[in-house]
């Protein structure tokens, strides 16, 4: 991968993690990782369409993975696409600080990528805290 591609991605994303929202300047001290949306394992290519910026955590979840289990209705479900799919018809950001996926596709990947893990509501909770400063 070119340097010229990470860029791209990057700047596509606004530093913005593609799956969670959380913004690249609340981890001063770790790079987002670009990654492939389909892995390479399942034969995912380095085109810009398959790459996606993602913060190490959501990253580190999802590893090759392409679906799970909705937690709602236990059925298999693939994950949210960032380049297929828009964030606003399967999650929303609730002012406690979770992310709420309210499709099964939402859901799915909010559950498996630990979204709301207490660690990263409290990040969103200051985030928001900041914002209103
Ligand atoms: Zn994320």
Redesign the pocket.
Known sequence: MTDETRSFVRERAADL?E??K?HQRYYPDSTFHIEHIVAKQHDGSDSQDNLAL??H??NGKKGPNLSGMDPDTGELTRWFHPRNDSWHEHFRLDTNGEVVGFTAIGRTTASV?GMNSRIRVQIRREIFRLQEG
Do not use: D, M
């Open positions: 993690c799956y969670c959380i993602a913060y955590f959501c990528l």
